[in-house]
């Protein structure tokens, strides 16, 4: 349903820096570490395009 959409903004923070993500999202260093670190292993991740969706989705609901 959303494919496109959660590959575009995937793409776009597997870009950033975990200082980037820490500013972006409002988290912790170590949070935005361990983020970054998902984002960049991602497309071997166990959990499918929907489930990405619905993380990216809870990451941004409170901004």
Same mark, same amino acid.
């Given at each position: 349903m959303f494919t496109k959409q959660v590959s575009v903004l995937l793409n776009e923070l597997q870009r950033k820096s975990a200082n980037e993500l820490s500013s972006l999202m409002k988290?912790?260093?170590e949070l935005a570490e361990l983020n970054v670190d998902r984002y960049l292993n991602w497309e071997n991740s166990k959990y499918g395009m929907a489930s990405a /969706? /619905?993380?990216l989705v809870g990451m941004f609901i409170n901004f």
């Amino acid at each position: 349903m959303f494919t496109k959409q959660v590959s575009v903004l995937l793409n776009e923070l597997q870009r950033k820096s975990a200082n980037e993500l820490s500013s972006l999202m409002k988290i912790s260093k170590e949070l935005a570490e361990l983020n970054v670190d998902r984002y960049l292993n991602w497309e071997n991740s166990k959990y499918g395009m929907a489930s990405a /969706f /619905f993380l990216l989705v809870g990451m941004f609901i409170n901004f």
